[in-house]
């Protein structure tokens, strides 16, 4: 009889660690669910927190003189694209937004554009440079060489920007250009120093990626190929300066 009670108890007690068992199963997918609302909420709240951070930091004061820019030197509204010659994205930018804001705004005498450079891909430094070697010798030349360069880019990983590359580039690019002194600049690293200078601004403004807009000092935080909320942002800035 004993032995009969005895094995009552530990039927029972097994079907109690099942239920329990089952219980905990059943509470995995609940923990799961509740995780994942937690860190959304927690994400939304850290992104409004950034969009408010951003919102109240003062413009950034950019200083362009003696950069590359477009449009009237009068213009109410300044625009600065930071951008990095082998960065697919700002290829992306310069081919589909870039023609849209210089028929709209740049063309049309309303804004000034300023390139500088970023430097966020590896083996991107001397496309910069030679940029720069191009721009110092003529002025001119540079924005055809500029979106004649970004049209010529290659896959990101590979080490395309080379100093022969560059150098039979801009040979073919810009005729007039003295490709001896090109050579020699990239060879010396002459030009590094123009590139740094544009760092120091990227930094100034805490510009980690490209491409990275500026509509008069405030950085543009939309999608980058969401024309239509740019142009909104400069209408404002458009608006703000009458």
Not at 87 to 111: E, F, M, R, S
Request: charged share 25%; hydrophobic share 40%.
């Amino acid at each position: 009889m004993a032995k009969t009670t005895k094995h009552r108890a530990t039927s029972s007690s097994r079907k109690g660690k099942k239920g329990n068992d089952r219980a905990f199963l059943l509470m995995i997918p609940i923990a799961i669910v509740v995780l994942a609302v937690l860190i959304y909420v927690l994400n939304q709240q850290g992104e409004k927190m950034k969009q408010e951070e951003i919102a109240n930091q003062p413009p950034v004061e950019f200083n362009i003189e003696g950069q590359p820019t477009l449009g009237n030197a009068d213009a109410a509204v300044s625009i600065v694209e930071f951008g990095d010659y082998k960065c697919p994205a700002c290829k992306i930018w310069n081919d589909t937004i870039y023609p849209q804001l210089k028929a709209d705004y740049i063309d049309t005498g309303k804004v000034k554009f300023t390139f500088l450079n970023k430097l966020v891909i590896p083996g991107s430094e001397l496309a910069a440079e030679t940029a720069e070697e191009v721009f110092r010798q003529q002025p001119e030349a540079f924005w055809s060489f500029h979106h004649e360069l970004y049209r010529a880019q290659q896959e990101e990983r590979q080490d395309w920007a080379t100093a022969p590359f560059l150098i039979d580039f801009a040979q073919r690019t810009v005729p007039d250009l003295d490709t001896a002194q090109l050579e020699k600049a990239l060879q010396d690293r002459t030009m590094r120093d123009e590139v740094m200078k544009d760092e120091q601004q990227a930094a100034q403004a805490r510009v980690h990626g490209t491409p990275a807009v500026f509509v008069d000092g405030v950085e543009f935080n939309g999608n980058y190929l969401d024309y239509e909320s740019l142009k909104a942002m400069i209408d404002k800035a458009l608006e703000k300066a009458q």
